[in-house]
């Protein structure tokens, strides 16, 4: 069935509607704000939470004296003085120097809805905001991609999460789900924020549905609603929040995941239209005791809400055409099927470290972009390189280092490795794309020898563990 109706699509707004609605979302904010600190401290009805520190002030009051939810006392003129609500300054844009990145955990429904103990995850976004250059970043990680998850060797990314809930790790299916994209990636996921189908669908019928433009006719199947396929011709389309995270979920042929991922990310940018539009912040500020009684319990996140704010102000400041949008698709991760029969994507390293720097370096010297000679990049990167000994070779450790160094490279140290593979390997411990093509280049190596293992603590960024090849063929003086 079709119970949507086409919307048309409108020409860009006048010089005068983009100030009124600059001025208009400007006021909404402040608004917003200002209602924070009263909603914060709400106490007319039961909300469940934490009271914030300064509500704690307000309680301490002397019955006698009118505050928040405690009813006014009247005067000697009989008349009830009028509640007021705290006066707060409005969040600067978000303060911090360097960028802000949260991964975004959709839960499989099938798991979901059957209430299962071990829960795999469905959809993960990072997103990513650079305070400094104004820019921001989607990536999405197809479910399917065969990844090694630490502490239980190569899966589907999608079981990450499922072992961490189900061993009870630290941070339990978002920690492990952070750890393994953080080693895929070589970049710090600093904040996270998991929400269920039931929050999304709330979230979205609140501000008004999205507005969305379908391409191509698809069969939506709005889950655990009970009704018909709803068929979606060409068009632009208002989409309550069943459809849209019917529209969202959708894996169909030919591009299952890749065009997937790319509909979640349209989904992302409409809820941000939707919420720039005029009205939107006020309805919601109305809203906000029962928004929170409500979607408290399908969203979890480990995000302050003064960051979310913060971080809220300045992704209002940042233009649509410098928000970079990235899919691993099957160019950068091909179809294979696991050991265990599973249909899988086998990543790309390379094709992969250049999509993460399209997204990831916005506006920093060294991009996959630049250009010069690899040796020159390199030596920009300075990357500090550890050379292992993993031969019976004695001396090729040092004799590896001082050949290194004379090339430029930041050789820190030398020594002996805990396992001896008896090929050469290069571990990459914190995202040195540069330096890591280069040494793969110079020894020969094919992506089999390359290990991605996340350590920002570690004492190199990069670490050759030298194998016999090495030590029978090279290129050193």
Known sequence: MNILQKLPIKGRPSIRQIVFWSVALVLSVALFTAARGFIGCWSLTPLQGIPLPECAAQAAQPSGTPGA???????ATGATPELAAPELPMPEPWDGASRVTILIIGLDYGDWSAERDTIRSDTMILLTIDPLSKTAGMLSIP???WVNIPGFEYGKINTAYALGEAYKLPGLGRGLAEQTIESLLGIEIHYYAQIDFSAFERMIDEI???????TETLELDPVGHGYDHVTVEPGVYALPGD???AYARLRIPPDYDVGRARRQQQVILAIRDRLLQPGNLPNLVARAPALYQELSAGIKTNLPLDDALRLAVLASQIDLENIERGVFDFNMASPGISPDGLEILVPNP???RTLRDEIFTSGSGLTPLASGDPLDLMKAEAARVQVLNGTFTDGLATTTQEFLISLGMNVT?????????GYTLVIDHTGKPYTVKYLMTLMNLTNARLRVEFNPAAEADVVINLGDDWAANNPMP
């Open 243 to 245: 459809l849209a995270l």
């Open 413 to 421: 140290g030398t020594g002996n490795p805990a396992e001896r593979p």
């Open 350 to 352: 390379d094709l992969i």
């Open 69 to 75: 939810g405690t009813g006014a006392t009247p005067d």
């Open 208 to 214: 008004g549905g999205v507005v969305i433009e379908v």
């Open 143 to 145: 479910r399917d991609l």
